[in-house]
Antibody, heavy 118, light 108 residues
Framework: EVQLVESGGGLVQPGGSLRLSCAAS????????MHWVRQAPGKGLVWVSR????????SYADSVKGRFTISRDNAKNTLYLQMNSLRAEDTAVYYC???????????WGQGTLVTVSS | EIVLTQSPATLSLSPGERATLSCGAS???????LAWYQQKPGLAPRLLIY???SRATGIPDRFSGSGSGTDFTLTISRLEPEDFAVYYC?????????FGGGTKVEIK
């Protein structure tokens, strides 16, 4: 059974940093692109970032470019999102999602809440 | 960036009725790379439709998608109680992936 379990969310002050993790199981992690998608409270879905299967290529939404870094450890079956210079508008539930046919999201984690507030 | 606009924002229908949800793109979506997701409160989204009209694994045939270019439609032929949720379209024809703002299908 495919499972994606996010962790690392919490309350952080504006300007602070946080690292999210997503532990994957039930599939060959190293064969899939992976994504982060976020959802502000009561709002819609926003794609954040993606990384290819071997970690050599990444892409970001303009809203997080230069502040967030996606990475992965295929030996540990884990996806990461390093978030720096956090802003109030980064407050959201962050989901990791498996990329099916690269840019579709066929499995999602349960999400981890990041709250940026003083 | 391709902007997706979904309408209506809210659709109030009764079980057994037909639901028609629209997704309009600010520019043509290449190769009909348009998907639909369903999200229920407190849960992650679920992939329903991809390539505009192909159903994902395990999706009932009451869900169907159509459209091309800039206009896409998700149709639920007869609403079941479990279908009341929020639906999002997503385009993957450009490198910057984008979602629509969502349509909430609520019980009338």
């Amino acid at each position: 059974e495919v499972q994606l379990v996010e962790s690392g969310g919490g309350l952080v002050q504006p300007g602070g940093s946080l690292r999210l993790s997503c532990a994957a199981s039930g599939f060959t992690f190293s064969s899939y692109w992976m994504h982060w998608v976020r959802q502000a409270p009561g709002k819609g879905l926003v794609w954040v970032s993606r990384i290819n299967s071997d970690g050599s290529s990444t892409s970001y939404a303009d809203s997080v470019k230069g502040r967030f870094t996606i990475s992965r450890d295929n030996a540990k079956n884990t996806l990461y999102l390093q978030m720096n210079s956090l802003r109030a508008e980064d407050t959201a539930v962050y989901y990791c999602a498996r990329g099916w046919l690269v840019h579709l999201f066929d499995y999602w984690g349960q999400g981890t809440l990041v709250t940026v507030s003083s | 960036e391709i902007v997706l606009t979904q309408s209506p924002a809210t659709l109030s229908l009764s079980p057994g009725e037909r639901a028609t949800l629209s997704c309009g793109a600010s520019q043509s979506v290449s190769s009909s790379y348009l998907a639909w997701y369903q999200q229920k409160p407190g849960l992650a989204p679920r992939l329903l439709i991809y390539d505009a009209s192909s159903r994902a694994t395990g999706i009932p045939d009451r869900f169907s998608g159509s459209g091309s270019g800039t206009d896409f439609t998700l149709t639920i032929s007869r609403l079941e109680p479990e279908d009341f949720a929020v639906y999002y379209c997503q385009q993957y024809g450009s490198s910057s992936l984008t979602f629509g703002g969502g349509t909430k299908v609520e019980i009338k």
